[in-house]
């Protein structure tokens, strides 16, 4: 195995090395560097933006989803996508109307000009960071995860992990953002590729669909419903899913960057769609590769049943070609989320342009040290740390939505407002505030608090405001 | 123009319509996985389908969103 190992590395790292010279020749200016000049068309928008939301999470952390909390978890994931896909219709429209004439540099830099104050852009810079460092750190573990078992005792996990961060940071730094939507590109295709041929596998193993559920069901029938067997699919908690994967957009700065980028409305419309048909092509596989983990691996800890499925039950290119793919789409993912990050810090620092680069540039290795540190002690729960991370963000949807929606200057309360009931999700994640109030989740109670304040708060702006 | 924002309108209310019925017993109800249909639960095979018409609806309201690009720019 390890010669298709190497083959597919060499081939990869190929197509990256040449992505990167041919980015770098073209990248100079700052926008240029941080924003691929603005100029990114249907296809490669739709590739990068799929491969910055599908990632080691849906590769991995799917998988074993559905192989221990069953079928609900298509709901969950792809159904919430549909509506994510047919909301950036309408946000994306919105947004690039005031990204034009805000000069969009970042998010954060587009709230402050929306605003009026640098407070809209810290709360959104902070929200970004807090929850992307564990997102970003969640697909180093991911692939560190993975590499451990197909190089059993080559090298710690946390040599993996530095290696990893190392090709990233080298990739952003000589290519940009266009190199990271070629890397992007390549990671989408290459993702699609092998879990249709490890889907493939499971469902053969099998002989067929029917059958392969009817040995789900003789092992847990529970699988084949929702709650599900832990009693985790209730429709608050998928309710409550589907509203954060909506506001993904909005407030995941890599993807609203994305968003921005394209070249024109029309390429937007385009990429949204793609990205829906997209999204069932890469989750259907992956019930598949958890129901063959349900009926042959049930009581697996996580990374052996990843291992076996993924790797050691397949035929040895493909699990060469699993192990590269797992590597890409981490790769593209991470390198998105940190250079997302540095540009939204970027879009805040003002004064000369050369100087705001060159804290940019120390800021993207500082934050990549941090994540690196994270994904030392990340658990394995891949799917619900990225649910975390999403539900973290959403509670800071009301500024970006309000900035983007209102042609006034939006009520700063909005800012205050979000930026509670952000402190207050993140004090139920660390555990000093509950998850329940009586028998609703406090997402939903969070979201239903946002929405009537918000409105509220718009409503009776002209009132203050004279 | 009038046309294409009644079109909208009209891919929104099934859009909000869908997500509704999405988080009901009629798409997930609880413990009950028949019928099922070409061996799929029917929990999984109603979401699936019911994420196959989200996708086409994002289709249908790529080609009716009444904004374009002069709009964006007149903004």
Redesign the interface.
């Known amino acids: 195995m390890r010669i298709w190992i190497y083959l597919f590395f060499g081939f990869f790292f190929a197509l990256l090395a040449f992505a990167s010279w041919k980015s770098y020749r073209r990248n100079r200016s700052a926008e240029e560097f941080m924003l691929a000049g603005k100029s990114i068309g249907p296809i490669l928008g739709f590739l990068t933006f799929s491969a910055a939301l599908f990632s080691a999470f849906t590769f991995m952390g799917m998988p074993d989803f559905f192989r221990n909390n069953g079928?609900?978890a298509?709901?969950f994931l792809?159904?919430s996508?549909?509506?994510m896909?047919?909301f950036?219709?309408?946000f994306g429209?919105h947004l690039?109307?005031n990204a034009?004439?805000k000069n969009f540099q970042g998010v954060a830099g587009l709230m402050v000009s929306s605003y009026g104050t640098k407070w809209a852009g810290i709360a959104m810079f902070t929200s970004a960071f807090v929850f992307l460092i564990p997102y970003v750190a969640i697909q180093i573990r991911g692939i560190s995860i993975f590499l451990e078992a197909a190089f059993p005792g080559l090298l710690p996990s946390w040599v993996w992990s530095l290696v990893m961060v190392m090709v990233m940071l080298a990739y952003a730094e000589i290519g940009g953002l266009k190199a990271i939507v070629y890397s992007d590109a390549i990671q989408g295709i290459i993702l699609l590729l092998v879990i249709w041929l490890i889907g493939g596998t499971c469902i053969s193993a099998f002989g067929?669909?029917?059958?392969?559920?009817?040995a789900v069901e003789k092992v847990n029938?529970?699988l084949?419903?929702?709650?599900g067997p832990n009693g985790l699919?209730t429709?608050q908690f998928?309710?409550g899913s589907?509203i954060a994967v909506v506001m993904i957009p909005v407030t995941q700065p890599q993807l609203t960057t994305r968003l921005v980028v394209i070249k024109?409305?029309?390429s937007m419309?385009?990429m949204?769609?793609a990205v829906?048909?997209f999204?069932?092509l890469v989750i259907?596989p992956t019930?598949f590769i958890g129901m063959y983990g349900a009926a042959r691996y049930p009581d697996l800890p996580t990374s052996e049943f990843l291992s076996q499925a993924l790797l050691f039950d397949q035929a040895a290119p493909v699990a060469a070609i699993a192990i590269v793919g797992l590597f890409a789409a981490c790769l593209s993912t991470t390198n998105a989320q940190i250079f997302a990050l540095g540009n939204e810090l970027r879009s805040l620092l003002t004064g000369n342009e050369k100087t705001a680069m060159r804290y940019t540039r120390i800021a993207l290795f500082v934050f990549a040290a941090i994540v690196m540190v994270f994904s030392t002690f990340m658990s394995d729960e891949l799917v619900l740390l990225a649910r975390v991370s999403f539900t973290g963000t959403a509670m800071m949807a009301p500024i970006v939505l309000v900035a983007v929606i209102r042609k006034g200057r939006p009520a700063k309360a909005i800012i205050v407002v979000s930026s509670i009931a952000f402190l207050t999700y993140l004090m139920s994640v660390i555990g000093i505030v509950p998850d329940h109030l009586g028998p609703m989740r406090l997402d939903l109670i969070l979201y239903l608090f946002l929405l009537l304040l918000t409105v509220a708060i718009q409503a009776l702006k002209p009132v203050f405001t004279g | 123009m009038k046309l294409q924002k009644r079109y909208w309108m009209i891919?929104v209310i099934l859009?909000v319509i869908l997500?509704v019925l999405?988080?009901?017993p009629l798409?997930?109800?609880?413990?009950?996985?028949k019928p099922?249909l070409?061996?799929?639960?029917?929990?999984?095979w109603t979401?699936?389908l019911?994420?196959?018409?989200?996708?086409a609806?994002?289709?249908i309201?790529?080609k009716v969103?009444p904004?374009?690009?002069k709009?964006?720019?007149e903004?």
């Open positions: 079928i609900g298509w709901t792809a159904f996508d549909g509506v896909v047919f950036i219709l309408w429209y690039r109307r034009k004439e067929n669909v029917p059958n392969m559920f009817k029938a529970s084949l419903s929702t709650p699919f429709w998928l309710l589907m024109d409305l029309a419309k385009k949204a769609y829906g048909i999204a069932i259907a019930i | 891919c859009v997500v999405g988080y009901t798409m997930i109800p609880r413990d009950v996985y099922m070409l061996g799929i639960p029917y929990s999984l979401s699936i019911g994420t196959i018409a989200l996708v609806l994002t289709y309201g790529a969103h904004g374009s690009d709009k964006e720019t903004s």
